[in-house]
């Protein structure tokens, strides 16, 4: 079973401050997403990191997969509080087929 | 453009009841789907998946069984449910190595 760690759980932190999610596994994924969910909804992806070392910026987000394809951080900087929700990692399986979600972390950004 | 259907949104089911989940994809063929549950501001459990018709793989033991009797189509059901299987049910598809999209979810409450 491929499984996804996820840390922190939770973030409550500042406006402006900045901040950095970890997704780490013992498995290689052929690709690793990053989502964001808001409450009720379903997630919406936010960047997918394909090659091992890859890096990828969306404004104030920066992603980054592992060298090996085993791990991978996102990285906001100066937070604001639309930044707030949660946020989840997911791993793709070598055969492209199988999605499996870390546990997700719930941030706040406080005004 | 693609478009995947979950219903219903919201259920209330007695324990012991039949449960049955239907979501549907549209503007695509032979999509890979998932069946997710999802705790309260957690991540999301892949409970099942499927590459094609009537292709099923189970990621965990459980009370739920999933079908997909038509390409476009995939259904979660229970003979009786649990109170345990409360929880919140997203349905997702994709092409291969691509990202998911998700349906809106159904909130399913077992009294």
């Known amino acids: 079973t491929q499984l996804l760690e996820q840390s922190p759980q939770f973030l409550s932190i500042q406006e402006g401050e900045n901040l950095t999610v970890y997704c780490n596994s013992s498995?290689?994924?052929?690709?690793l997403q990053w989502y964001r969910q808001e409450p009720g909804e379903g997630p919406v992806l936010l960047v997918t990191?394909?090659?091992?070392?890859e890096v990828k910026k969306l404004k104030r987000l920066t992603f980054q997969f592992g060298d090996a394809r085993k791990d991978s951080s996102l990285h906001i900087t100066a937070a604001q509080p639309g930044d707030t929700g949660l946020y989840l990692c997911a791993g793709l399986g070598v055969y492209g087929n199988k999605l499996v979600f870390g546990a997700g972390t719930i941030l706040r950004v406080k005004s | 453009s693609q478009t995947i259907h979950q219903w219903p949104a919201t259920l209330v089911q007695p324990v012991g009841s039949p449960l049955s989940l239907e979501c549907t994809v549209e503007?695509?063929?032979?999509?890979?789907l998932y069946w997710y549950r999802q705790a309260a501001g957690r991540g999301l459990q892949l409970l099942f998946y499927?590459?094609?018709?009537?292709?099923i793989s189970s990621e965990v033991p459980q009370n739920l069984s999933a079908s997909r009797p038509q390409d476009r189509q995939f259904i979660l059901s229970s003979k009786k449910l649990l109170l345990s299987d409360s929880g919140f049910y997203l349905c997702?598809?994709?092409?291969?190595?691509?990202?998911?999209?998700f349906g809106q979810g159904t909130r399913l409450t077992v009294v």
């Open positions: 997702a598809w994709s092409k291969m190595n691509t990202e998911a999209f």
């Open positions: 990191v394909v090659t091992g070392g």
């Open positions: 503007g695509t063929s032979n999509p890979n």
């Open positions: 498995s290689v994924f052929s690709s």
């Open positions: 499927s590459v094609g018709i009537g292709q």
